[in-house]
């Protein structure tokens, strides 16, 4: 997986070492950090960082509008700009007065509020800043709208926690969008982009995947979300699983009586199907920008699969967010037992959804490091195998996101810096 020599052998040896001693049932905390310090691309990483480039946020609009139909509040201008995104949408009347919580992309400061009616025609647009109360103009915008999209967040996994890996966070790549299909309803789209990494050829790995609904209780929400049954990751479902045994169900408990959502049991199986002798297809899928047999490259079309989210109210349905989903992977960490080891984004890092896999010691994992990233962009590109996301280190920049003032290393530095990094790709570096 990795380009450079030097660095395949420094990581080959922080894993041995790592795995000889960062084990779940006997973690020797000594040397861990230093090896994550060694390993990682950038020089230091900000004290202070959460990893996180979005923030909820409310927004109070009202105004009245002639011939109102539908509210959306929009990542920009869609006259003026492209890759406009629906960060929050509602149906409604020509009186408006609506309180809307959105995921607001952190290096924005501002957002449009359009108002549509019933064939789509833009009747007002408004700019105003993040949060407080925005009043509608009632001047009917004039000019050609660009197409606006749903909201995506597009996660990055590295499957080798809690050892280093090669940060290049395309070992899963998993994309969530929203989209309002009723006064109270919900479609979760949720594609299956890339899966890069496939361990050694000796014992090639399988990754799984869920997505919890936070704080959501199985009991209460169960008979509110169903499945597209024309869409599913499972295209195998007779073939033996790992993480998901038993009858397969599309939703589970968990631990602690959360709602939990099972993706796929195994990445390069929701991909592809099985191979003519019943085996499971293991290439780098999407991640080699020439694949081939020769690099066990493949390119595969992304997979997707929806879910309908019924709400109790009109109120719950727009102001449910992608905030409150926390998708991850599961891997096996070393090569037999059911030692099973989630991987999530930075805020849920400590948290044990489906497996009790930290043995009570997980604050010797709470260091600065995050697994998996949630990128705000629907044109994001991840970067291609073993380019690291970006690096900055000893005066070295590169990778696949550093341009200057805009790049990944100097957010890493400095979370307030740099937050739009994602839209500023090294061509020959990304997918």
């Known amino acids: 997986?990795?380009?450079?020599?030097?660095?395949?052998?420094?990581?080959?040896?922080?894993?041995?070492?790592?795995?000889?001693?960062?084990?779940?049932?006997?973690?020797?905390?000594?040397?861990?950090?230093?090896?994550?310090?060694?390993?990682?691309?950038?020089?230091?990483?900000?004290?202070?960082?959460?990893?996180?480039?979005?923030?909820?946020?409310?927004?109070?609009?009202?105004?009245?509008?002639?011939?109102?139909?539908?509210?959306?509040?929009?990542?920009?201008?869609?006259?003026?700009?492209?890759?406009?995104?629906?960060?929050?949408?509602?149906?409604?009347?020509?009186?408006?007065?609506?309180?809307?919580?959105?995921?607001?992309?952190?290096?924005?400061?501002?957002?449009?509020?359009?108002?549509?009616?019933?064939?789509?025609n833009y009747v007002s647009l408004t700019n105003g800043k993040i949060g407080g109360e925005i009043n509608l103009d009632n001047t009917i915008p004039t000019g050609t709208p660009r197409v606006v999209v749903p909201q995506k967040l597009v996660y990055g996994f590295e499957a080798d926690y809690p050892n280093p890996g090669d940060w290049d966070y395309n070992d899963v790549v998993i994309s969530m969008t929203k989209e309002l299909t009723g006064e109270t309803t919900v479609d979760v789209h949720v594609t299956l982009n890339a899966v890069g990494w496939i361990g050694t050829s000796s014992t090639p790995a399988q990754i799984g995947a869920a997505i919890r609904w936070v704080d959501r209780r199985y009991d209460q929400v169960r008979d509110k979300v169903e499945r597209n049954q024309e869409s599913t990751f499972m295209n195998a479902p007779e073939h033996p699983r790992k993480y998901f045994s038993g009858e397969w169900t599309d939703f589970q408990k968990s631990l602690n009586g959360e709602f939990v959502i099972n993706l796929f049991d195994d990445a390069h199986l929701a991909m592809f199907h099985l191979a003519s002798d019943g085996t499971v297809y293991r290439r780098f899928f999407n991640t080699i920008e020439d694949a081939n047999s020769t690099n066990n490259g493949a390119k595969q079309p992304a997979k997707t699969v929806t879910y309908t989210f019924t709400f109790e109210n009109e109120f719950d349905a727009r102001n449910f967010t992608l905030a409150e989903l926390d998708p991850f992977i599961i891997v096996q960490y070393g090569t037999a037992g059911e030692n099973f080891w989630e991987v999530h984004t930075n805020p849920y890092k400590l948290t044990e959804i489906l497996f009790k896999y930290y043995n009570g010691a997980a604050t010797s994992y709470n260091n600065g490091f995050a697994w998996a990233l949630a990128i705000p962009y629907t044109k994001f590109r991840w970067p291609l195998e073993g380019e690291p996301i970006g690096m900055r280190k000893n005066s070295l920049v590169s990778g696949a996101y550093q341009t200057n003032g805009h790049s990944f290393g100097e957010w890493i530095l400095d979370q307030t810096q740099a937050r739009d990094w994602y839209k500023y790709p090294a061509e020959g570096a990304v997918y």
């Open 1 to 120: 997986m990795r380009k450079n020599v030097l660095y395949t052998l420094f990581i080959l040896l922080a894993t041995a070492i790592i795995s000889s001693s960062c084990i779940r049932n006997d973690f020797d905390y000594y040397g861990y950090e230093d090896q994550l310090e060694g390993t990682f691309p950038v020089d230091q990483i900000d004290e202070s960082h959460n990893w996180s480039l979005t923030s909820v946020t409310n927004t109070f609009i009202k105004g009245n509008v002639a011939d109102a139909n539908k509210l959306l509040i929009l990542s920009g201008n869609p006259f003026a700009e492209t890759n406009v995104e629906i960060l929050a949408e509602s149906f409604t009347t020509s009186l408006i007065s609506k309180n809307m919580t959105y995921l607001a992309p952190s290096h924005i400061s501002s957002v449009y509020v359009a108002v549509l009616d019933r064939y789509g």
